[in-house]
Each structure stands twice: as structure tokens, then as C-alpha cells.
DNA sequence: AAGTGGTCTAGACCACCGA
DNA sequence: CGGTGGTCTAGACCACTTA
């Protein structure tokens, strides 16, 4: 069996000093609620400057090991941690990623009573009234769409009609405007899909061309939806990006 | 140094340091994508030692407004910070969202230097040496793959070809393995494409038939890309699915 | 070869707070 | 007061990568 490469590698001091003393918590030669040696005393043992043992105690902070305080000492949290991803957006804008000053413009608008698929996107009762639009996004000076969308709102949130029809609005401003208070969740889908011939019709493209298929709902407390959308992205227009960073976690 | 010891409420020095980097960074002082004077030149200009600069440097790159590199600086990477809507996975697994008991087959696996596609997909230059492996996917059971992948990864991680080539392996297994030593970041990017015949073939599909184009990056700690993956999933196989909460501001 | 960030040492004083 | 972690200085060498 081939053997691991990283004999090589030689890790830094203070990485394996956060090692050993990791290992030295899970096997519970330091117990939970106790406390490691103070600083000074983890320089004696393990022959290293201060700042190399700070650097191995942050490490074992960040994991969720550890917490320390002045005079009370660092005190054992967790016995052991594990990793998990998270990806965070600042602003919905961030969210649609729309660069470069993005304008709307509003096909229609009218209220529908949900069908099945409609149903299905919103995670409503067929027959359910909303108010829906839709919508060509473009980049200011082309004339090829970037996406297509149907939104639909809740009646009672009927408002944002009002906000949508002013100057190339951002159709999700009223989003953005009643975000702090109001959605909490953000449920997102993407997958590819083929371009239906409507669709395509309006975004410049071949009927049944790839594109991304990309549905939202929003939720507010309780989980209800207030709004859902369907987007529809041709090739080469539009890309979704998103940096997943470690987080550590404790068990 | 009997200096700054007026004020009962002062915060440390390295913290005010942060601050005011952040405020110019805000500011466009130091623009996206440049870089800050170097540590030594910081210092100079702030009058404080190097352990100062760094760990306000440290913090400006918790927030995710700077990364460092040796040799090449510190560059600036976002204008703020702020944070709203987070995602979150605990596993690889999840972020690849396999369910079922997936399986794999790999078609290949060679040492090959990167082209001008490949050293964009990994941010590296061309003709570096990477390992290759293509495989497709699996649902058990099921003849139809659910993906086609391209999988790279620096020859220094090669023991990664033992790992794929046991009894139908997650090819991340490595990854896995290695990831609370190592993978800090992945970098994902999502559109739409029409399926590469050569893939089609493999997928079953027609060829030019709408797909999702994947592509990854796994960084290590320093932002070095240590493995990078671009996958087809044809249309109607596979969802990507994303829950935003809220997260409140912790200013 | 030069210059960057990464690591590390040795030592100092400070802020806090229970004994 | 003593002893903890928090902050900071001054200086050193290393690892890496582009020119």
C-alpha cells in the first residue's frame, strides 16, 4: 500500500504543538472543565518561545476547544471538533449577482391562481391566488437578456408592484427593503434545463438550448412563503459563484 | 516605552490598526485586487512592530477583506464585510450532495500539464504538472451516470491514486481524509452548458444537450489550490440545493 | 538575487481579579 | 499581592516565487 507523502512536509512548531495538545484533550489527559498549564508553563514543557504556544492556543480557540480568560486560565470546552462549510452572501444583490448596473424590464403583471407546478415552486395549495410577473434582466447597453423571470408575491405583499413599475427597479428591492425584518430563509434550486421556446424567444437563444434553471423562495418567520421566483440563465451569460469557507464546530 | 497610556478605554493597538485599514479599504484608499504596502512598510508607516501589524493583517483576513501570500502580498479581496445570509453544509458529502449510495467508475488517471483551460480552472500557470483522474458517477443500479468528472490534483497529493482506486471510492475520500489539516476553502462555480460530445457519449445524452457545468477549487491554508474538479450533469439527474438563513449582524 | 509573508525567539509591560 | 492571559517590541531566519 502506498504510504502517505508527507513525510517531506515539515509543519510548523506551533501546528504540531496544537496537535499534540488536541490529541492530548480527546484522550483526555486533560479533562472538560479543566485547565490546561498556563502559558508560561506549556513553554517550560514543550521547550518553545510564548508566542509559539499562543499561536497553537489560538489554533485550539478556533477549533472550539478551548477558551481562555485572563487570571482564570485556558479551559478545556470540547473534547474534539469537526469541520463544516459555510458560504456567506453580504446583500441579495450578491445572492442574483448582478454586476454592472442591471435593468429590468417588466413583461407582465397580473394575478394568477396557482397550478401545480406553480404549487410545487411555492410549496402552496393549488388555486392559491398570487400576484405574478414577469421579467427580462439585462446589462445596461445589451440588448441580449441576461435571464428571465417569473416572480410571483403574495397579494397582501402587493406593494411591490408599485416599487417594481418605478425606474428600472431591482425586482427584489422590496426584498432587500423588508429583509431586516422579514425573510429569513432563502430556499434555492439549480439545475440545467432546456430553454422553453417562449422563453428562449425572448432571450435571443435557440428553443431548447441549455440553460440554468434557478428557483427561489423566500420565507418569513414560520416558514411561510411570501414569494418565489423562476429564473431562466442561457449559456453564457450568467454563472453562479460561491466560496465555501471552513467553519469549526463543536461537538 | 512609556507611550499610549492616556485613555482608560483604548482599544489595542493592533485592533485600532484593523480599523483603520478596513475604513481605507472601504474607502478605495487601497483598491480591489491591489495590494497593501508590505508588513515591513506598515510598520514603518504606523510606527508599530511587525507582531502588530500581523495581527491586525489577521484580523482584516478573518473578515475576508485581505489574503497573503508569500512573495506576493497582502491583496485586497472585498470592501467590506458584512454578512447576512449564510449557507451551510457539515460534510463534503453534502456540499456534492450524493444521496443513495453513489458509486463511481474511473475511466483514467495520467500526470498531464495543465493547457490554458485547465491553468484557468486551477488559477495556476500552464504546463504545471497536475494528476488527472475521469470518472463518472452512479447511482446503484442505475446504467445512466449522474455525472461526468474531471478531477485534479497536485502530484505531491498522489496517494490520492490508491485511495480512488479501492472499492468504488468517493473520490473526495481524500479530501475527506486530509480536511482538518488542510482544505480551508472551496471555490465553486455554477452555468449552464451544452454537454461536449465526448461526455455525452459517456452520459448517454445527446451530444450539446443542456448540462450543469461545475467547476471547484479546494484551497489550502495560503489560498493554494491543491485539487480542483470540473463535473457535466445532465439535465433531469441532478439539483444543486441551497438554504440561506439570515444571520444577524454582530457588528 | 531580492523581497514577500511565515515562523520563531526572548523579553517586556499591562489589565484583570481572586486570595 | 500574585499570577493569569493580552499586548507589544526588536530582531532573526526560513520558504517561496518572480525577475
Known sequence: ???????KVRK??????????AEAIRKGTYGLGECLPPEVELCRIHGVSRHTVREALRQLDEMGLISRRRREGT?????????R??????????????VRKPRYRILSERLV????????????KRSERWLKFEACRYHAGVAEPISFTEFYVRP???????SLRKRNPLIYSFIERHVDERVIEIRQKVRATAVPPEAARLLRVKPLS???YVSRRFLVHGNRVIAGSVSIYPENRFEISL?????????
Do not use: N
Open 113 to 124: 391562481s396557482a397550478g401545480a407546478k406553480t404549487a410545487a415552486l411555492l410549496g402552496c
Open 210 to 212: 441549455p440553460g440554468l
Open 243 to 251: 466560496d465555501w469557507r471552513v467553519e469549526w464546530a463543536r461537538d
Open 1 to 7: 500500500m502506498i504510504k502517505h507523502s508527507e513525510a
Open 156 to 162: 397582501a405583499y402587493g406593494d411591490v408592484g408599485a
Open 85 to 98: 462549510y459555510t458560504a456567506s452572501i453580504s446583500t441579495m444583490a450578491d445572492l442574483f449577482q448582478y
Open 12 to 21: 510548523p512548531r506551533y501546528v504540531r504543538l496544537a496537535q499534540q495538545l
Open 75 to 83: 479551559t478545556i470546552r470540547a473534547r474534539s471538533s469537526r469541520r
